[in-house]
């Protein structure tokens, strides 16, 4: 039997660099089973799946979306033999080498230029016009000032290839992003995805997050080099999504009954949300965690099944609770049933 969604989602989309190939499987596989995006929210990686799925909608619906997550994905893999650490565009550049250069030179030693591969692509994979046409679903996109560390939400339509390279501005990688005289890094220090701005402002009170990271660590305390900085990087990109989830569940849990007809459009809101998950991290887990550098075309194609896999099984599980009750509670995911 197929599994059918044609219900309007909320989606929250994490970053994860390449791993953000896996979330392009889901949404894929979500989109063919007639799920219509009600608002969409992201960060980093997931900035850009959400920009390719908005403008691709706004275009030709879900073949349209399922078309633009296509061209972004294979133009990130075709980018991989075309970049040289020097950012010439004649050789190719591996995840190792990229992680050693990171650790002894900043990116305005070995990329003085600012080169940034993404930004021809973004150019020309998302039709702008369409992405910002009014009566489409919400669309935020997360970045972090980094004067302030403050979250900025640049919605659908002031939307521009430099918010999108500002959301996913990895500062050991790439120059930070200047935007109206201020710099951005990578949204993901400031809200990985934001939450809120969909709570209040999708067209559904259903609300799914596709996670990359891991929720739970599944060993002990890491005690290698690497295992200690990747850890860190996890927990740092962590802790404010879950902040907000915490949040969002004490604010549900202490309404009650009636808070569904208060005079707060916010308690209204948080209460009759309907809260669905998709844990990436376990998925990654299980093919063996690939480098999020890893930008190899068959490694990202490798993710994408995965990811309709997820998908599938995810509808098969839960995607008879989309509008009627959450799949996954709020408190259960905060800690607060115990």
């Given amino acids: ?32 089973a007639g799920m219509r995006p009600a608002g969409l929210s992201g960060t980093s990686a997931g900035a850009l799946n959400a920009a390719a799925l908005a403008s691709g909608w706004a275009v030709d619906g879900a073949r349209g979306a399922r078309s633009a997550l296509q061209a972004l994905w294979s133009g990130i893999g075709g980018m991989n033999p075309s970049v040289r650490p020097s950012w010439s565009a004649d050789g190719s550049l591996h995840s190792a080498t990229l992680k050693t250069m990171t650790r002894v030179a900043s990116p305005y030693q070995f990329n003085p230029a600012g080169f940034n591969p993404l930004r021809q692509l973004l150019a020309t994979v998302i039709d702008w016009e369409a992405l910002r046409a009014p009566r489409q679903p919400p669309l935020c996109v997360a970045a972090t000032e980094v004067a302030t560390g403050r979250l900025r939400l640049f919605q659908r339509h002031e939307l521009n290839v430099e918010m999108l390279l ?5 500062p050991t990688l790439f120059r930070a992003v200047e935007i109206d005289g201020k710099a951005y890094w990578d949204g993901g220090f400031a809200a990985n995805p934001a939450l809120l701005s969909l709570v209040m402002n999708a067209e559904s009170s259903d609300l799914m997050l596709i996670q990359l990271l891991p929720e739970r660590a599944e060993t002990m305390a890491p005690r290698q080099v690497d295992g200690i900085l990747n850890r860190s990087r996890e927990l740092g990109f962590s802790t404010h999504l879950l902040r907000e989830l915490h949040w969002l569940a004490t604010l549900q849990a202490d309404g009650g009954p009636l808070t569904r007809w208060s005079p707060s459009r916010l308690r209204r809101r948080v209460a009759r949300l309907r809260f669905h998950h998709l844990d990436g991290g376990g ?20 993710l994408h099944r995965a990811g309709r ?30």
């Fill in 283 to 302: 998925e990654l887990a299980s093919h063996g965690e690939p480098s999020p550098l890893d930008t190899a075309s068959p490694s990202l194609e490798a």
């Fill in 309 to 338: 896999e997820a998908g599938q099984r995810w509808l098969r599980d839960h995607g008879h609770c989309v509008g009627r009750f959450s799949s996954r509670p709020l408190s259960a995911f905060a800690g607060l049933d115990g």
């Fill in 166 to 170: 500002a959301s996913s501005c990895i």
């Fill in 1 to 32: 039997m197929t599994e059918v969604l044609d219900r309007p989602l909320a989606l929250a989309l994490q970053g994860g660099g390449s791993h953000g190939a896996l979330t392009w499987g889901v949404l894929d596989r979500l989109l063919e």
